[in-house]
């Protein structure tokens, strides 16, 4: 739905299911049986476990899921979130973190040319799965502006500008290890800082994937 706010911190609870649902996350703790039987039961839970798990479960066993009208925008868009956030190690490799963090400490017209060096040593399904959600990414960050149709009729943006987009799913690209929630809440300056940089280095991936991948 449309929306007039310019940032992610500016949305109320009622204003975006879109934006709860990708909210920043790190793996929850493993959960009794109790809380597995709960969440059985949800439909969509952006707090705790984003997905309904029947829609996970499909892709799990391998199903070849068709999305249709009655599935919800939402849960569709927390599944990638959570398939990229459960991955055993990052999109962009624990190995690999300090490097992509370090790029940031180079001279501007030596970033791109670095990150795309970086981008040449992932393994190959990290690599065009990269490519893929890189572009994906950029498509929505297009849309991000209010804009006229060819009628004459205005049409709202998205507000998912790249740095929205890299403050959403950097965190679950990029990171050196898995934390738990609690963890996660408590936040130093330096994970503040840790963050922020995370946060760079993948919106200029969005904003310069063509080049990248050229």
Request: with cysteine; net charge negative.
């Amino acid at each position: 739905g449309a929306m007039s706010v310019d940032s992610i911190t500016d949305l109320d609870d009622n204003q975006s299911r879109l934006l709860e649902a990708l909210q920043l996350s790190l793996p929850a703790e493993a959960q009794s049986k109790k809380e597995k039987a709960r969440d059985k039961k949800l439909s969509l839970n952006p707090i705790y476990r984003q997905v309904p798990r029947l829609l996970r479960e499909e892709f799990d066993r391998g199903v070849d899921v068709s999305l249709e009208e009655e599935h919800s925008v939402h849960d569709v868009a927390a599944l990638l979130k959570e398939f990229l956030r459960d991955m055993p190690d990052p999109l962009l490799t624990r190995e690999l973190y300090t490097a992509f963090i370090n790029t940031l400490l180079l001279e501007p017209e030596e970033q791109l040319g670095t990150l795309q060096l970086l981008i040449y040593l992932l393994p190959p399904c990290n690599c065009d799965t990269l490519h893929r959600l890189l572009q994906f990414l950029s498509i929505v960050a297009r849309h991000a502006e209010d804009n006229v149709s060819k009628d004459g009729q205005e049409v709202p943006g998205n507000k998912m500008t790249s740095l929205n987009l890299a403050t959403i799913f950097g965190p679950n690209l990029l990171h050196k290890q898995k934390s738990s929630d609690k963890e996660f809440s408590v936040q130093s300056s330096a994970r503040a800082e840790e963050s922020t940089a995370i946060i760079a280095v993948v919106q200029k991936m969005i904003e310069n994937y063509e080049a990248l991948f050229m």
